[in-house]
């Protein structure tokens, strides 16, 4: 069983407070925190204004945008690069439409087909589904690697698919 | 013996969790990213936890290292392994194909499985076996 004493119940709490200290100044501080609201920022309507915003007046985006499958149609259609961040094997077997393949976790050998992409394209990164998270891994490591315009679609090729959209490969349709 | 021991546990769990507060205060919002893919939390919180939890591993790490609030330290560590434990546990059980956002905000070798759950429990023990040691050394000063 554990006894918390006296004395360990004041380190506990200072080292909280320092914690809880030094993350409110990361949030407030640091170029690369996380966005503080109520509602997740992938499911924030205002994706379409900050869209409309970025494209017509070279506003510079603070990080990738995370967009929904209307808008990733939308983007797909105006020739952006739909990149698959998922294994070579399973983009093989169906990815969307048009798409490239970068597998995330092979990123060091994909090194020439991020060369080849132009900066002045939108990327659209997607994977699985909101669960599989190489999608925004990848997002993010366009935008490090210098990629301005660089979107999520975060309901990935299983919301591509259930929303009705084209695939190819071997099992697309 | 167990001094040694002792040693080697305060040394490599000041390690891991210094070097993991550190990847992650790198990049906040892709550690955000990893919180939020296990589907737990509001979006409110997974933003406060991901510039919160970073800093609570590396003082961890620092005030084992250092041997300043040791044993709050090893209870705060405690506590997080309980918590990521749970996280992983439930992750699994849910069948979510997600990374573990443990140590790193990669994804390479670092998904969520037995691996990371034994992993955690590991420091787990190791964490509550240091506070033990702690208070023990302490009572008997």
Not at chain 1, 54 to 79: G, K, Y
Not at chain 2, 27 to 41: E, H, S, T, W
Not at chain 2, 100 to 123: F, M, Y
Request: proline fraction near 3%.
């Amino acid at each position: 069983m554990i006894s918390i004493d006296r004395r360990t119940g004041k380190q506990l709490f200072y080292i909280f407070a320092l914690s809880l200290l030094a993350g409110m100044l990361t949030l407030l501080f640091h170029p690369r925190s996380a966005e503080v609201s109520w509602q997740r920022p992938d499911a924030n309507s205002a994706a379409d204004s900050i869209l409309a915003a970025v494209s017509q007046q070279n506003i510079t985006l603070q990080e990738p945008l995370a967009i929904n499958t209307r808008q990733a149609r939308a983007f797909q259609q105006q020739n952006a690069i739909m990149v698959d961040a998922r294994s070579p094997e399973e983009f093989r077997d169906e990815h969307i439409a048009g798409a490239v393949n970068i597998p995330f976790e092979r990123i060091m050998d994909y090194q020439t087909s991020i060369d080849s992409l132009s900066g002045d394209d939108w990327i659209v990164t997607y994977c699985w589904n909101p669960s599989c998270d190489l999608a925004g891994l990848l997002a993010w490591e366009f935008f490090y690697r210098g990629f301005a315009k660089v979107a999520v679609y975060h309901p990935g090729i299983e919301g591509w698919k259930a929303a009705g959209y084209e695939t190819e490969g071997g099992a697309g349709k | 013996m167990k001094k040694i021991l002792l040693w080697l546990i305060r040394v490599v769990l000041a390690v891991v969790f210094i070097y993991s507060g550190i990847v992650k205060l790198i990049n906040p919002a892709a550690f955000a990213v990893n919180i939020d893919n296990y589907a737990i939390l509001p979006w409110f919180l997974v933003s406060l936890m991901s510039a919160v939890l970073p800093w609570l591993e590396v003082i961890c790490g620092l005030a084992i290292l250092s041997g300043k609030w040791l044993r709050g330290a090893a209870l705060w560590i405690a506590a997080m392994n309980v918590v990521f434990i749970i996280a992983i546990a439930s992750a699994m059980i849910r069948g979510l194909d997600i990374s573990c956002g443990c140590h790193t905000t990669s994804t390479e070798g670092a998904r969520v499985g037995l691996q990371k759950l034994a992993e955690d429990i590991v420091w787990l023990v190791s964490s509550l076996y240091l506070y033990q040691s702690a208070c023990r050394n302490s009572d008997s000063s």
